[in-house]
Structure formats: structure tokens, C-alpha cells
């Protein structure tokens, strides 16, 4: 069974179709990329996935349960996790502390927010650290994290809820070339140790066909082309519309 199953998804503003009968699916373990010029529809699309944004047409399903139109409160304690484009941690805590906040979160303890965080969770928090390469600065300050390291972070406060999938907005946007294609290796390992499927967009064409087993590309609302990287590559209509003549990287 697919993890994501996405059917038909439709959103209009204003009149403008911003997306068109989108469908497409997810397999566990599988990286899945999502890619086209700016305004194709790949955030609206992304945000309907991850409950940011209602549909006007179409049905969303996890693990064949439905989650179309659920707030990202009700998908998240479904299984899903998320990193944006823009890392959000909370620079007064430590790096441990930051985890272990999400790892709260996620088992709705918040209302204990009044009990010390400090031994709560710590272990679990710990090994999320170890698996994203940061136990050794659980005990920093977050404010002075590189912001490479701010990306690992967010993503071990993602992986909190043992996400079945995890959605990823412009996860390198930002870092340095090298820092990029190590956050998502470092991704493309998790995802296969746990069987999680991974849907993520991307400007990068170089982390694209580096770490996705399969890439969409939408076009003005509607999916153009579906295929691995080099089928993608190949692709006359793709070339035109986004990567242009000859190019395989880039991608603004």
C-alpha cells in the first residue's frame, strides 16, 4: 500500500486554477520530488497535502485513511511530519530542549508545560539527535547553531512523532551547495532505515536528481511529467518549460 495517496486535488483563487486534477502517490521509503517554475502549484498542492490549505476538489489519503482537509494538528498526530522553508526553533533552549518540546508536542503533554522539561523525554530526544549527527551539541544553545546544523535540528523535531511521512518545503534553501546534499543523503538514509516516505519540493536540481527516486513536475496547476531522474532529464517538454536548454541545474 502507498503511504500518500493523492487524488484529483483542485484549488482555485480568484477564479485562477491554481491547481488542476493533480494525482500522484508515495510508496514507503520513497523520495518524491516535486518541481516546477515558480508559480506551477507546487506549494498550493504541498500545503492541501499537509492541511495548510483546504481543496476545492479531491481526496487525500494516508495510508488509505482519509486526511483531506484536516487541520496540520490532526495530520501531524496522524503521522506526518513537516520542515519548512523557514527553520522555527526556539533560540533560548537548548538543542535537547528543542526536541524534547516537539517530542511533548506530539504526545499532547503540552498542558504539563508547568513541569520541567529537563528530564522528559531526554533519551528519545538524544537519539533523534544521534540520527540526524548533532548528540554532540545537544547541550548548545540553539542561537548558535550554524544554520546547516538549525536544518538537521529541524529535522530530528520532525522525525518526533515517528512520521510515516514526512513533507519537506524547500529543505536547502538557504545552506551551502555541500551542506544541501548532505541534509538530504542524510534524509534519503532515514527514509529507508524506517520505511518512511518522503514528498518534498525543491529548487535545487542537483539535490533533485541526486537523492529522489521519482520527480513530478507541474506546470501552470497541472502535472506535466512523472518519471526518474534521467526519464525527467530527457524530457523535451520539461527541458523547455523549467530546466531549460541543456541545464540539469538550478532551476529558479
Not at 477564479?15 to 518541481?35: N, Q, T
Not at 540520527?131 to 554532540?136: E, F, I, K, N, R
Not at 529535522?155 to 513533507?167: D, E, Q, T, V
Amino acid at each position: 500500500m502507498s503511504t500518500l495517496v493523492v487524488q484529483g486535488l483542485r484549488k482555485s483563487f480568484g477564479g485562477v486554477r491554481a491547481v488542476s486534477d493533480v494525482s500522484f502517490h508515495v510508496a514507503p521509503g520513497e523520495m518524491l520530488a516535486l518541481i516546477g517554475p515558480n508559480g506551477a502549484g507546487k506549494s498550493t498542492c504541498f500545503n492541501m497535502v499537509g492541511g495548510q490549505l483546504p481543496p476545492d476538489a479531491g481526496t487525500v489519503l494516508l495510508e488509505g485513511r482519509p486526511i483531506t482537509g484536516l487541520s496540520p494538528r490532526a495530520i501531524a498526530h496522524r503521522g506526518v511530519g513537516r520542515t519548512f522553508q523557514i527553520t522555527a526553533t526556539f533560540g533560548s533552549m537548548t538543542v535537547r530542549e528543542n526536541v524534547q518540546m516537539a517530542l511533548l508536542a506530539h504526545r499532547r503533554e503540552i498542558w504539563q508545560f508547568w513541569r520541567p522539561v529537563a528530564g522528559r523525554h531526554a533519551d528519545k530526544a538524544d537519539a533523534l539527535l544521534d540520527q540526524v549527527g548533532l548528540a554532540a551539541q545537544a547541550d548548545r544553545a540553539t542561537s548558535v547553531l550554524a544554520y546547516g546544523d538549525l536544518k538537521r535540528l529541524e529535522l530530528a523535531i520532525a522525525l518526533g512523532n515517528g512520521p510515516r511521512l514526512l513533507l519537506m518545503d524547500e529543505p536547502t534553501a538557504g545552506m551551502a551547495p555541500a551542506e544541501r546534499v548532505a541534509l538530504m543523503q542524510l534524509t534519503r538514509r532515514l527514509a529507508t532505515e524506517r520505511g518512511m516516505a518522503v514528498l518534498f519540493t525543491e529548487h535545487d536540481m542537483d539535490v533533485v536528481f541526486d537523492v529522489s527516486d521519482r520527480i513530478l513536475v507541474l506546470n501552470r496547476g497541472q502535472l506535466m511529467a512523472e518519471g526518474n531522474g534521467a526519464s525527467i532529464r530527457a524530457n523535451p517538454a520539461v527541458r523547455e518549460v523549467y530546466l531549460g536548454s541543456g541545464a540539469t541545474s538550478g532551476g529558479h
